[in-house]
C-alpha cells in the first residue's frame, strides 16, 4: 500500500488511470500473512478484475524473454520472480530453486498453475477498497505506516462494536480478524502490557 500511495501521490492521472497486475500472489505468504487471507482478498476483488491471463513459458516469447531477462539479473535477490519463473519453467509442488536454498530454510510455499496466473484491476477500483490509504503520507517511516493501519482498523472495529453494543475489541477475539491483523493486535498488547 505504501507503494500504491506514492504511485497515487506522485503520478499524473494518466498513469493513475492505468490498471496494475499481480502474479504469484499465492507466493505472498509468510511474515504471518496466510494464503486464506489472500484468498480473500482476491475474492473480494474478483469483481474488479479487468482481465486474467495465465503466462505460459512454452508459447508466448513475451513471457520466455521475462524468464531471461530476470535470470541475467541476480535471481538470489527477488524470492517471488525466482518462484514465478520457476513455475513458468514446470516446476511444481514445493520446489526451490538451488540459488535460493541458502536464504529460504523453513517457508516454502507450493508452486503450480495459481503461481502463473496475473490479474489486472484499474489502480482506482482496488484503492478505493483500502480504508487507510489516504492517510498514508510520503514522509512516514514503515513504523507510522503500521501505526495508521492499526489505528484504521481500531476504529472501525470500535464503531463497528459500538453499534452493536459489543465490548472493545480483546485479544481472545482476534480469530475473526486476518492473521497479520492478529499479529498488529498482539504486539500492541504486549508493549502496553510492559
Known sequence: MSHARAIDLLSSDEVKSKYIVV????LEVGHDVLKSDIDARLTALSSDAIFTWLWQYEYDDNVRRYVEIFHHCCPRQSIVHSLI????????????????RSRITKSVVELGEETCISIGYHFDDVMRHNVYF???????????????IYDTISHDLSSV???SSHRSI???QN???PHFIQGVFSSENKSSST
Open 23 to 26: 502474479i504469484g500472489t499465492n
Open 85 to 100: 519463473c520457476a513455475s513458468l519453467q514446470g516446476h511444481r509442488g514445493y520446489y526451490l530453486p538451488e540459488h535460493l
Open 134 to 148: 489516504k492517510r498514508l503520507t510520503p514522509e512516514m517511516n514503515l513504523h507510522q505506516v503500521y501505526d495508521t
Open 161 to 163: 462494536e459500538s453499534a
Open 170 to 172: 480483546s485479544l481472545s
Open 175 to 177: 480469530a475473526q480478524l
